[in-house]
């Protein structure tokens, strides 16, 4: 899964990355509403949150843009965002909107289970996925919690902090995704601070999806639309 923060560089560029995207066979792409507090988000995309707001972008221009990628493409598309958006919006209305533009789910980074009240059935009823997180300070209780309310994956945060940071890949992350996996049957991804094909490959046989965010707009910004393309090439050659 990969994931693109709406509204930065610039709509025209997202789009030219959603096609690189389709080029190389994506499995699921994350489009970030921008906010201003975003606040799982590490540096680059904190910095790119920002710019997108200051460039304009705000909720109806994001599902205006949304609708037209779900048109497009065929990988499954998910909101990522915080939750003040579905607050102001209203559940009902935010996974109304959701739907209607295309949304196979979301994920609220910053909204506990506990905190969803009817969000979980008026996600239900408008056929959309809220996406929890897993994450290395829960205690194997609280995994289970979160495992029995989950639906469609489970997003499993490698370590501690905020994106983009590299993740050591180690022994300890091997016990971590056993209780993960034993909290859950839905499929595992793992994100926060994935960077290359070998952090692929070096989850193989251990979750079913592997996020990266972070590196690809770093390669972006440093190095075009060619720099990403090989990313992404690299990165989708480490599935197999």
């Known amino acids: 899964m990969t994931h693109v923060i709406v509204g930065y560089p ?3 560029a997202n789009w030219e990355m959603l096609e690189v995207m389709a080029e190389v066979g994506v499995d699921m792409v994350e489009l970030q509403l921008p906010f201003s507090e ?5 540096p680059t995309f904190a910095r790119a949150n920002q710019l997108a707001l200051e460039r304009g972008i705000r909720t109806d221009s994001y599902f205006d843009f949304f609708r037209r990628a779900t048109g497009r493409f065929d990988f499954p598309l998910l909101m990522m965002g915080y939750y003040n958006v579905a607050f102001r919006m209203g559940h009902r209305d935010f996974c109304q909107q959701l739907s209607a533009s295309g949304g196979w789910g979301y994920i609220l980074p910053d909204l506990p289970f ?7 059935d008026r996600s239900r009823e408008n056929s959309v996925a809220p996406i929890l997180l897993m994450t290395p300070t829960n205690t194997p209780e609280r995994l289970k919690q979160i495992g029995a309310r989950s639906v469609g994956f489970v997003y499993v945060v490698a370590r501690k902090g905020v994106t983009g940071h590299r993740s050591e890949l180690d022994a300890h992350l091997d016990d971590y995704l056993a209780q993960c996996r034993a909290s859950t049957s839905l499929p595992l991804a793992l994100g926060f601070g994935l960077q290359n094909g070998d952090d692929l490959r070096g989850l193989q046989d251990k979750v079913e999806m592997g996020i990266v965010g972070s590196a690809l707009l770093d390669r972006w910004e440093a190095d075009g639309i060619e720099g990403y393309r090989k990313l992404l090439t690299e990165l989708g050659a480490a599935r197999n």
Not at 114 to 120: N, T
């Open 114 to 120: 506990e905190e969803y009240g009817d969000l979980f």
């Open 10 to 12: 610039s709509l025209e």
């Open 38 to 42: 975003p606040i799982a988000d590490g």
